[in-house]
């Protein structure tokens, strides 16, 4: 079973990933390795663990690195990705074995969105259901890290283009008013077309402690959460 971990990145979040990867060198282990994909023109912070990839810039990047996101597979043969942001911290230990259960289900967390009374949460479930096409009952994008075989990559691109006609990056960068939620869409279509190939997860049912905290990149790293990191890889 080979799992590489996977980040879209850019400049702007530089001191964000220097720290993600602080802490995937700290706490990770079974990983076969760490791919940061940015634009051209940018240039992470990366090490000698890292491989980095540079994409054009087609369009609007929040848009853009969802997409990439999507595509994940164009960068690896590995048989899983695991996708973190650049502003996640790993805090405790993670293998590939705590995310996925007998070498071949990743374990995927959903909340029913009866439970969800929080707006900001419940718009995206009409953006959902417009991928989908019908009606969607559960949030799939509650925490990360989110592990995916990269077959049903794969596959949810070739449903996209025949359900709706255009290609899955095509799809995400006309979305309006930047109204996309890429693994609310990957984990709708895993639940509704491959649900047995998934180890599902319903957070009612209860949660255990985190592997990663993440921050909100577009606050900047403050004094007080840069000690806090700083703290958390010591």
């Known amino acids: 079973m080979t799992v590489d971990l996977w980040a879209r990145s850019y400049d702007a979040d530089s001191e964000w990933l220097k720290y993600a990867l602080r802490s995937i060198q700290r706490f990770t282990t079974g990983f076969r390795r760490t791919i940061v994909v940015v634009p051209h023109g940018h240039n992470p912070p990366t090490g000698t663990n890292e491989v980095v990839f540079k994409v054009a810039e087609i369009g609007e990047q929040y848009l853009q690195q969802q997409s990439d996101k999507m595509h994940a597979d164009h960068f690896t043969d590995a048989e899983f990705v695991t996708f973190f942001d650049s502003d996640i911290l790993f805090t405790r230990p993670v293998s590939p074995s705590d995310l996925i259960e007998d070498f071949r289900k990743p374990r995927w967390l959903y909340t029913p969105y ?121």
């Open 114 to 234: 009866s439970s969800l009374k929080d707006d900001s949460v419940q718009v995206w479930k009409k953006v959902t259901e417009k991928f989908i096409g019908h009606a969607v009952d559960m949030e799939t994008m509650r925490r990360h890290p989110f592990t995916v075989p990269t077959w049903a990559l794969r596959e949810m691109r070739a449903w996209c283009h025949k359900v709706h006609g255009v290609s899955m990056e095509r799809y995400i960068m006309t979305q309006p008013n930047r109204e996309c939620s890429e693994f609310n869409l990957l984990g709708s279509y895993l639940w509704f077309y491959h649900h047995d190939k998934i180890a599902w997860h319903n957070t009612e049912d209860g949660l255990e402690p985190p592997f990663a905290y993440q921050h909100w990149s577009y606050g900047g790293v403050t004094p007080e959460i840069r000690n806090n990191m700083e703290a958390a890889l010591a």
